[in-house]
């Protein structure tokens, strides 16, 4: 490094209530009586955004992960750095339509419809050990819908990290008993 460039500093760690803070709230969006947890005042911190992905990551790092799943689409956010944390491999769980190659798909209830998901066929091979990836844990339809292609191409399923989590939703509820770690809940 040059003489002239200072030597970055080692962030000081964050606490949960300071990345709390960080996280924008505006009412009625996407519409009325919906409040929405904006992560991308987060995300523009690198500090926080970095004390994030290690607080996602402090539960699985003595676990062997073989893949990480990365829900659709802000799950990539966190997912690729934490793949590459763990030394695992990197697979996109997408909506309908969005991956090239021989795909499985999950259908999944929401709360005014449904909605599909789709993973490679190839993706995942029998016994890997996965860890599944989001930003928000709300009702947890979509990640049952994830869990399911994961399971039915014989992956397993070690853990389901998310950064938020809607209390108030019982989305953990519906997950089953699994291994849900959270960093900022609500």
């Keep these: 490094m040059p003489d002239d460039v200072p030597t970055p500093e080692e962030p000081p760690d964050m606490s949960v209530e300071t990345l709390r803070g960080k996280i924008r709230e505006i009412p009625d969006f996407p519409k009325p009586g919906i409040l929405f947890y904006d992560i991308t005042t987060l995300l523009k911190d690198a500090a926080a955004y970095r004390e994030s992905i290690d607080l996602m990551l402090a539960p699985y790092r003595d676990t062997q992960v073989d893949i990480v799943v990365g829900m659709e689409s802000r799950g990539f956010i966190f997912s690729a750095p934490m793949a590459l944390e763990l030394n695992a491999g990197l697979v996109p769980v997408r909506k309908l339509g969005k991956l090239p190659a021989d795909t499985l798909t999950v259908e999944y209830a929401l709360e005014y419809g ?57 989305g953990r509820d519906r997950l089953e008993g699994r291994n849900v770690t959270s960093v900022v809940r609500y």
């Excluded at 909605?115 to 091979?125: G, K, M």
């Excluded at 890997?128 to 399971?151: H, P, Y």
């Design 114 to 170: 449904s909605n599909t998901l789709e993973i490679h066929r190839d993706a995942i091979a029998p016994g890997q050990r996965v860890l599944i990836v989001d930003d928000l844990l709300a009702t947890g339809g979509t990640v049952r819908g994830t869990m399911e292609l994961v399971e039915r191409l014989q992956g397993v399923v070690v853990g389901l990290a998310f950064l938020v989590e809607l209390d108030f939703l019982n």
